[in-house]
């Protein structure tokens, strides 16, 4: 009795249907190497990374939506040139989902720190971005994080620029 339970269990076992293809997260992968390596240049200013972002990619950063790698890398660059100095990165996070349907988004948490070039206030901000990526091109960006410490250095800015 005993053995034909076993085979009994044995075969509902195998006859159950198995998934044939599988979501996969990765962190060790080349495009979560490749996230870091991005807000690593961001951190030291250096802008040159055309290489990684399609030519007309999406970018929805909290309810603003535009697109063109060259709307993105204007305000990247303006953090470093009119709002803050001693930009940092830390406790950084990345993974990269492989999902089944083919889709590939790389996700990254982490806070952000700088310091405000008008005001000379310190802000660290929460932030976490995802990146869909297709043939080997970051094509969506989605960014969210509170907007309090640019609104805030952007609008001293702006004053201090209006008495001039």
Known sequence: MRKLFMLLFITAFMSCEMPTEQSVIKTDDELSANIELLLDKYVNNDFDVSEYYADDVVCKINNIEFSGYDNLMPGFQAHHEILYTDISIEDLYV??????????????????????????????????????????????????????????????????????
Do not use: P
């Open 95 to 164: 993974h990269t989902n492989y999902f089944a349907d083919g889709e590939v988004w790389s996700n990254a948490w982490f806070t952000w720190k700088g310091k405000g070039q008008t005001t000379g206030d310190d802000y660290s901000n929460r932030g976490h971005f995802d990146y869909k990526w297709e043939d080997g091109k970051i094509v969506e960006l989605l960014a969210y994080y509170s907007e309090t410490a640019e609104m805030t250095e952007a609008a001293a800015y702006a004053a201090a620029n209006a008495e001039e």
